[in-house]
Each structure stands twice: as C-alpha cells, then as structure tokens.
C-alpha cells in the first residue's frame, strides 16, 4: 500500500512515526513538503518514507490520501489537487462533514473521517472513524485501537470529548500544586501523578466495567475516595463537563 499525507504537522508526524514502529504493512510514505523540517525528520527515520515536491504528487503517488490540514485552508487546498477514482481518502480535518469532503474531492468514492492523537506515535490511545471504513479501521488498530460510528453526530461528538485533553492536565496540575502546598517537590509530585494516571488509565482497559462500576468499586463507605467523589459531585464539578462539550459540539458542527 502506498500511502500519501496532505499536510505535515503534528499529527502525520505522530502517524508516519507510529507505523514505522508498528508491524502495519505499507510499500511507501509520501508527505507533502508544506513543513520541510517534519518531513525531513521522517524521511530520515525509514527509506520507505519520501519527501514530495508538491501535493499533486503526493496525490500522483497514493492510494491512500490522508489529509492533515487545518480546516481554515482545507478547501483551497483541496480544489488545487485533482484526485482519482481510485483514492481512498482519510479526513483528519475537524469540522469539515462528509458532505463537503465528498464535494472537494470528486471523484474519489472512498472517504472516512478520522480523529486520530499524539498517541499513536507510540502506539497508544483511541481513533474515533466515520463512516465505518475498512482501511483507516486496519491502519488505526495497528496504532492503538480504533472505533467506528454509525453517524456524523456520534463522530462528532467523540471529537469533541477530546477537547479535554488540556482539563486532564489541569487536574493533575491541581493536584501537584496541592503537593508542593505540603511540601513536595513539584519533581516528585509530578512522578506519583504521571504513573498514578497510567495506573487508573490501565485498569479502564483490562475491565469490561462501567465507569459507574468502577467507581463504586474504589469507593468504600465512609471512606478517603467517597469523601472526595461526593463533595465534587455535591459542587456539580462533573455537570461543567457536559456543558462544556455541548458548547464544543455545537461549534465543531458549525452552530456558534
């Protein structure tokens, strides 16, 4: 397979890198030469991964097109190129529908959306794909783990659910500053959270139980988890979370 990336940022970089560590079987990688620097760093990394000249030529060269350019430019760049029948394209643009891709990029048939993260560098994390799409499903599960939705709106939605990143950290900030408070140093404060986060994280994934389940497995009557658990929740510090996402929701759809 041979596969092509419109747009060399973070995320193609974390994508090229991830595969060149997993076992995914492709033939070639081509990148746009928008950022010359990225492209350089991972042409450099496998002999199988190729700087093109132009877009056109990434284009010329795939089967598979991925595109990772932000939303605000994407449907120029998308008009300058001539794709083909036989591409099979992978959105990574937010906010951009399915509808509007499929209008820029006739006549390719094949196109799937995809919400992939730093993560997959290393072979980690969660890529959210719509419509289901066998390709993108293959190429995500060999980074990490992929899930396919049945609607725009459910896609979206998961989209939006990773605007918390940033928040995730903030809490743990929270918590290290809490530390330091007590006399730690923030080094120190910072090691316990990190693996203490990998832990928590760990047992999300060797578990088929709800969150809800979780959560009342950890908390013992009367004890230091429930104490905490039922002053944040009496605060209603987990409802700013759903309003938040709506917000979010509503402007990756295009409502705000």
Known sequence: MRLGFIGTGVITKAIVTGLIRSSWSFDRIFLSPRNAATAAELAALDPRVQTCASNQEVLDSSDVVCIAVVPQIVADVLRELHFEARHHVISFVPGTPVEELNRLLRPARKLARAVPLPAVADGKGCTAIYPPDEV??????????????????????????????????AVLEAQ???????????????????????????????????????????????????????????????????NALDRVLARIQGRT
């Open 176 to 242: 290290a500053s809490w530390l330091t408070q007590q006399g730690l140093p923030y080094k120190s404060a910072r090691a316990f959270l990190s693996g203490y986060s990998v832990g928590l994280a760990h047992e999300t994934t060797r578990t088929g139980q709800s969150f809800p389940q979780m959560i009342d497995y950890l908390m013992t009557p009367g004890g230091l988890n429930e104490q905490v658990h039922a002053e944040l929740s009496s605060r209603g510090a987990y409802g700013h979370y759903a």
């Open 136 to 169: 993108a499903r293959s190429l995500f599960s060999a980074l990490g783990k992929a899930v396919e939705v049945e609607s725009e709106h459910q896609f979206d939605a998961l989209h939006a659910v990773t605007a918390t990143m940033a928040s995730f950290y």
